[in-house]
């Protein structure tokens, strides 16, 4: 069986994102498929890889568009479930005048709460080059020990593990349950990708994105990226040697629509380019520091139309942003 690139476990749903008011001054919302992990899986088929998506939605016309949606732009769904017990998670995402999101869920639970381990397609997970994995599978049984199991088998087959700490506070008991659910997969994890407000919240306030990446590193991390928004993202990397790389990369200013999935459209980017080469975890400052501009161009583009899923560029589409707005 051929190895996937990526395989992305975890929440999969439809994003209801405000589309402007009727004639009667009632709120409209298009639906877009969405969900941290589905969009990251989404992105690297978009741009050429091999990915695939584990997850599961209810027996309902949102769960069957959601798997249309993954499978329209190549991301295998094979190892996807349905379940009648729940319907399809929903949120309802509302935006600022600068494009930031506020969201209100439909999720307790939702169906993506009820993948157990015997749902895993373990043939799947045990050809991933990555699994991509979020915090917010965490939240609830038996999703959270699917989703342990899921990083056991792929680390014991030699894979590599991403992971995305992603804090939503209505969808955990406080922060004072989120925080150490939030932190239990970082040991597990070669790739770390978490923003500057997580980054807080998992660290404290008073921790800078230089300290808060070593933090992430000593835990066994080989690659951390903090994304700083508008700013662009810090990284800091273990290289073969052992030595430590650090930098922060800028990006172009562009109109923004929509942030949702700006972050996941990054992640995926940055996973998709470290897979073009045999070993992903290998490489010097001069290629991180490209496969990363990379990524900022996906996540860029990204961010100029809604939706999360509906909104991911195709390779030429990054190629061409790095190279007229980055070069």
Not at 8 to 22: M, Q, S
Not at 167 to 188: C, E, I, N, Q, T
Request: hydrophobic fraction near 40%; aromatic fraction near 6%; charged fraction near 25%.
């Amino acid at each position: 069986m051929e190895k996937y690139d990526v395989v992305a476990l975890g929440e999969i749903l439809i994003d209801f994102t405000f589309a402007g008011k009727n004639a009667g001054g009632k709120n409209v919302y298009e639906e877009n498929p969405g969900g941290a992990p589905a969009n990251c899986a989404g992105a690297v088929a978009k741009l050429g890889g091999r990915s695939a998506f584990i997850g599961m939605t209810g027996f309902d016309s949102f769960g069957d568009d959601v798997r249309k949606a993954l499978s329209e732009i190549g991301v295998e769904t094979k190892g996807m479930r349905s379940t009648g017990k729940q319907h399809t998670t929903l949120a309802f995402v509302s935006l600022d005048e600068g494009g930031e999101r506020h969201f209100s869920f439909c999720r307790n639970p939702g169906a993506d709460t009820q993948l157990s381990p015997d749902d895993l397609d373990r043939e799947m997970l045990s050809h991933a080059r990555i699994l991509h994995v979020g915090s917010l599978s965490l939240t609830d049984e038996p999703a959270k020990s699917a989703t342990l199991e899921a990083v056991s088998l792929v680390k014991k087959a030699g894979g590599i593990i991403s992971y995305d700490p992603n804090y939503r506070a209505s969808l955990w008991h406080g922060r004072s349950d989120a925080v150490p659910l939030m932190k239990s997969l970082v040991p597990f994890a070669d790739i770390v990708k978490v923003s500057d407000e997580e980054l807080s919240l998992l660290y404290g306030n008073e921790i800078g994105v230089d300290d808060g990446a070593e933090a992430i590193l000593s835990e066994g991390a080989r690659l951390v990226l903090v994304t700083l928004g508008a700013k662009g993202v810090h990284y800091a990397a273990r290289t073969d040697g052992g030595a430590v790389i650090s930098g922060t990369l800028g990006v172009p200013s562009v109109t923004v629509v929509d942030t949702t999935g700006a972050g996941d459209s990054f992640t995926g980017g940055l996973l998709f380019r470290l897979t073009r080469r045999e070993q992903p975890l290998s490489f010097t400052k001069d290629e991180l520091e490209s496969d990363l501009a990379f990524a900022n161009a996906v996540a860029s583009i990204c961010v100029t139309r809604r939706g999360a899923l509906p909104a991911l560029p195709t390779f030429g589409e990054a190629e061409s942003f790095v190279r007229v707005r980055m070069g």
